[in-house]
């Protein structure tokens, strides 16, 4: 099981950015995957996560209506659209899954397989 994560970089407040969580190794529509960010100084958080038990999704309050959790099963990809940023999403993100997992959870403890995250920065 390998997830590769991309997509970050620099962007302005206000700006958008789309993560990508590649999978090799498993198909990932079979399992739950779930974004999460850390922040220096702060702990882990959960982001998004999007089930493959019935294709139900999870956001953080903080991402509400800004960010997009989606999936293109053809190729094995999951993505984090990201819409009106602000310098407080700044973090590393990362993509989780785990082979025992269906249902969305919005904690890393119930993820152990990771990416090895994307760093993103909010500033003008």
């Known amino acids: 099981v390998q997830l590769q994560a991309s997509g970050g970089g620099l962007v302005q407040p206000g700006g958008s950015l789309r993560l990508s969580c590649a999978a090799s190794?498993?198909?990932?529509?079979?399992?739950?995957i779930g974004w999460f960010r850390q922040a220096p100084g702060k702990e882990r958080e959960g982001v998004s996560c999007l089930s493959s038990s019935d294709g139900s999704t999870y956001y953080a309050d903080s991402v509400k209506g800004r960010f997009t959790i989606s999936r293109d099963n053809a190729k094995n990809t999951v993505y984090l659209q990201m819409n009106s940023l602000k310098p407080e999403d700044t973090a590393i993100y990362y993509c989780?899954?785990?082979?025992?997992?269906?249902?969305?959870?919005?904690?890393?403890?119930?993820?152990?397989?990771w990416g090895q995250g994307t760093l993103v920065t909010v500033s003008s």
């Open positions: 989780a899954t785990d082979s025992l997992r269906l249902a969305c959870s919005s904690s890393s403890y119930d993820f152990d397989s």
């Open positions: 190794g498993f198909t990932l529509d079979y399992y739950a």
